[in-house]
């Protein structure tokens, strides 16, 4: 069996006030379900947050799915400095996806 990279990601709104950490197996796809709000219920969905500031790649599931608890876990103050240390533009990294 192929192993397969995963994502540990966050998105926000435009206004960046709502943050949100996922996982994914296909980031591109999961950004794509995002901002087609496929699940209008969902966070994202009731809060617009399909804007991707934030991503790091692992080498299999568990190890993304241990990432998502640890981030989190942490503060917002950790998260926008997980942010702002890859983007600190907070830019749409997935612009043009």
Same mark, same amino acid.
């Given at each position: 069996?192929?192993?397969?990279?995963?994502?540990?990601?966050?998105?926000?709104?435009?206004?960046?006030?709502?943050? %949100?950490?996922?996982? $994914?197996?296909?980031?591109?796809?999961? =950004? #794509?379900?995002?901002?087609?709000?496929?699940?209008? /219920?969902?966070?994202?969905?009731?809060?617009?947050?399909?804007?991707?500031? %934030?991503?790091?790649? $692992?080498?299999?599931?568990?190890?993304? =799915? #241990?990432?998502?608890?640890?981030?989190?876990?942490? /503060?917002?103050?950790?998260?926008?400095?997980?942010?702002?240390?890859?983007?600190?533009?907070?830019?749409?990294?997935?612009?043009?996806?």
């Amino acid at each position: 069996m192929q192993a397969r990279t995963c994502a540990v990601y966050i998105v926000t709104n435009s206004r960046n006030t709502v943050l %949100y950490t996922g996982v $994914t197996s296909d980031l591109c796809l999961r =950004i #794509a379900e995002h901002r087609l709000k496929v699940d209008p /219920s969902t966070f994202t969905g009731r809060y617009n947050a399909s804007k991707l500031v %934030y991503y790091e790649t $692992t080498p299999n599931i568990a190890a993304a =799915i #241990a990432r998502e608890k640890q981030i989190k876990a942490g /503060s917002r103050a950790k998260k926008v400095a997980l942010i702002e240390g890859m983007n600190p533009e907070w830019r749409d990294l997935a612009e043009g996806w």
